[in-house]
């Protein structure tokens, strides 16, 4: 306005008295203290923990000059968790399910069941039976006698129209094998069940074999009585080979599935006719620890010790 000083001559005019300058400084360092301090928090932030990082004379190292591992870390390494060794596989069970759909097989006179289970070894004290005959013969003998036997081709006939049966041999294993089971090779035990000597061969499946084969055995002599066992195998070897498995008359052991071993060795005890209903129930065979002892014999053969 007309008439009044300027702002700058103002200023100029207080601070030319040296107290005011004095107080105006201080003001000054104030201000810019306080803008400091605020600056200085404002773009720091929270305080953040700083990682401490050993210096390079504290850390050792190793034979080619690098640092070792265990120095390159403040903290131990985690240690993996240790893998479980895997346990040893047990042995698989053989498979449950039948052989193929059968063929319809009628047969012309069935053969009686076997014991339910196989007999001492020998008579408990005060029993009546089992008994002997006579003095067992040497196990020799009873080796040669079925040598014999499953040397010999057999013609097992299913029906009576059967005029051209197939020749089939058995297996000497699975005999010794089943012999071990019943009698332990005794050539003249008599079971309590009637069943007689190496093969325990009962009298109506030796008269059944005997009219079969034409034949006239003494099941109570040791050639007789495994000659009668090992056409019966024979019989039972065709009646499954032709019901389940097309006709193949194979007995090779498998220790995986079912095979035609299986049901012979499984029928000699059971009889043909509880193999055919657990076979058509999708079961396992009805006396897995018969067939299961047999073939452990036959892969151990105690008789040669």
């Keep these: 306005m007309p008439g009044r000083a300027p702002v700058g001559s103002d200023a100029v005019a207080l601070l030319s008295n040296p107290r005011n300058r004095v107080v105006a400084g201080a003001v000054v360092v104030t201000v810019v203290t306080l803008v400091g301090v605020a600056a200085f928090f ?10 401490s990082f050993p210096s390079p004379a504290a850390v050792p190292a190793a034979s080619d000059g690098s640092p070792s591992p265990e120095a390159t870390s403040d903290s131990p390494s985690p240690v993996p968790s240790p893998t479980p060794s895997p346990k040893a596989a047990a042995p698989a069970p053989k498979k449950k399910a039948p052989p193929p759909k059968p063929k319809p097989v009628t047969v012309a006179q069935p053969p009686p069941a076997h014991p339910a289970s196989p007999p001492p070894r020998s008579p408990a004290p ?3 039976c089992p008994t002997y005959a006579g003095p067992v013969a040497p196990r020799a003998d009873v080796a040669a006698a079925m040598g014999t036997a499953t040397g010999r081709q057999y013609r097992p006939t299913l029906r009576l129209d059967d005029h051209n049966p197939p020749a089939i041999t058995v297996r000497l294993l699975m005999v010794q094998g089943i012999g071990w089971m019943e009698s332990g090779w005794q050539s003249t035990i008599v079971s309590c069940d009637g069943g007689v000597g190496t093969m325990q061969v009962m ?17 109570h002599t040791l050639s007789g009585n495994v000659s009668v066992a090992c056409g019966y195998l024979a019989w039972l070897t065709r009646y499954f080979g032709d019901r389940y498995f097309g006709g193949n008359y194979d007995l090779t052991g498998d220790a995986t599935k079912l095979v035609l071993l299986d049901l012979v060795i499984s029928a000699y005890q059971a009889g043909f006719g509880a193999v055919d209903n657990a076979m058509a129930a999708g079961k396992d065979l009805p006396n897995t620890w018969y067939v ?6 036959m892969t151990n053969q105690p008789w040669t010790g």
């Design 292 to 297: 299961y002892g047999v073939e452990g014999f």
């Design 126 to 128: 005060g029993a009546s």
């Design 203 to 219: 009298k109506d499946t030796a008269d059944w074999m005997n009219q079969k084969y034409g034949t006239s055995y003494d099941f």
């Design 42 to 51: 404002g773009l720091r932030g929270d305080p953040k923990p700083v990682a």
